[in-house]
């Protein structure tokens, strides 16, 4: 809803301080552990919190390497990182995109396959060459890495600025993959032309120095989502979501609650109907389990999530009335433990955020 609106809206706020903060922490963990640059990955509107203001509050505190999926993402992203002195920072396109179609966006292509190289050989254009160790994904597979090493005229009039690779399981330290994915990087990299890498994303950089490269790429923990789960997490909360109580109804024992009357009140109780649904990102899957916030209490969800509203038992809550707003996301609710009331994981609960909220971004 637009800022100026009567209508009683979520409002989903952005700490673009934390989030600076957040990538200097990881920028400085990566040079401690021997690493060079740190970028950062803006796919996906910066992960659900809006792209138009992230990267450049990022671009403002150092970052000179952003990551999108898209081709469209990148050149949205273009122009709020324009530069008045010299060029600007490097938008680099995970999924690749075809010659020319950046336009003059001087957007840089990942190629992940032999035919993007082919269609890329000879441009003169700077590159980002993905060897896939680990993931079976996208990238080149040990088989067309092997091609490329015996025949590397492919690569002639191309800048390969960097040869990266993504690791599975970043997330679990101590998972076999990670040593592995390690070593087929290191044997890759021998057999290409000698040329920056990049190799951790957010959990790849508290991996340590085996895991460092010329250049990271977090996103999540640059959003406050935990890299290291299981350990307290070091990165600083950047969202809080709260939603206003459109209704209070008084209803007797007995009396269930919204959609296939998933919850029915067994005691006289206080149903607090809030403007936030499964349209908003506020997952159907936490129907039952959510749990809201209001004063540092916590205000259990009730019955099923509906598209635009969901219910909260708020008979403990007295001073809840119309127009109290309820947290859904916050720093005592984190998007990781929303995620793992809903089944699912913290990148998913920031990517659905809804389009209706008002948003509101602190100032870096
Ligand atoms: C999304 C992505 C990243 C960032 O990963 P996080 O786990 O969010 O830090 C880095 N590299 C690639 C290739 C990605 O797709």
Not at 62 to 72: K, M
Not at 101 to 130: C, F, K, M, Q, Y
Not at 184 to 196: S, Y
Not at 299 to 306: E, Q
């Amino acid at each position: 809803m637009n800022p100026g609106s009567p209508e009683p809206a979520g409002v989903l706020t952005v700490d673009l301080d934390a989030i600076t903060a957040n990538w200097r922490t990881l920028r400085d963990l990566h040079a401690e552990a021997g690493g060079g640059e740190t970028g950062a990955a803006v796919k996906a509107d910066a992960y659900g919190l809006g792209a138009a203001a992230v990267a450049p509050a990022l671009a403002a505190a150092g970052c000179r390497r952003f990551f999108v999926a898209q081709l469209a993402e990148g050149m949205a992203l273009r122009p709020l990182l324009c530069s008045s002195h010299g060029p600007g920072p490097t938008i680099a396109v995970l999924n690749g995109f075809p010659p020319g179609a950046d336009e003059d966006a001087a957007l840089t292509p990942v190629l992940n396959s032999p035919g993007d190289i082919a269609a890329w050989s000879g441009t003169g254009r700077g590159a980002i060459l993905h060897v896939d160790t680990g993931m079976a994904r996208l990238g080149l597979s040990p088989a067309e890495l092997e091609a490329l090493a015996e025949d590397p005229s492919p690569l002639d009039g191309l800048r390969l600025r960097y040869v990266m690779t993504h690791l599975a399981c970043a997330d679990e330290p101590a998972h076999p993959m990670n040593a592995a994915q390690a070593a087929r990087f290191a044997a890759a990299r021998a057999r290409l032309p000698a040329v920056p890498f990049s190799f951790a994303n957010s959990a790849g950089i508290f991996l340590g120095r085996d895991f460092a490269s010329d250049l990271a790429r977090p996103g999540c923990a640059i959003y406050g989502l935990n890299p290291t789960p299981g350990r307290p997490n070091p990165m600083r909360p950047t969202v809080r979501l709260a939603a206003p109580v459109l209704q209070v109804r008084e209803i007797p024992a007995g009396t269930p609650v919204g959609y296939g009357a998933g919850w029915t009140a067994q005691r006289p109780s206080r149903i607090a109907t809030v403007a936030a649904g499964y349209a908003d990102g506020y997952l159907r899957s936490l129907s039952g389990r959510a749990i809201g916030r209001h004063n540092w209490q916590d205000v259990p969800l009730v019955g099923r999530i509906s598209m635009d509203l969901s219910a909260f038992d708020v008979t403990d809550h007295p001073a809840i009335g119309p127009g109290s707003m309820i947290e859904l996301i916050g720093p005592g609710n984190s998007p990781d433990q929303v995620a793992a009331r809903a089944g699912t994981i913290g990148y998913e609960v920031l990517t659905s955020l809804g389009a209706r909220y008002r948003r509101a971004y602190s100032a870096a």
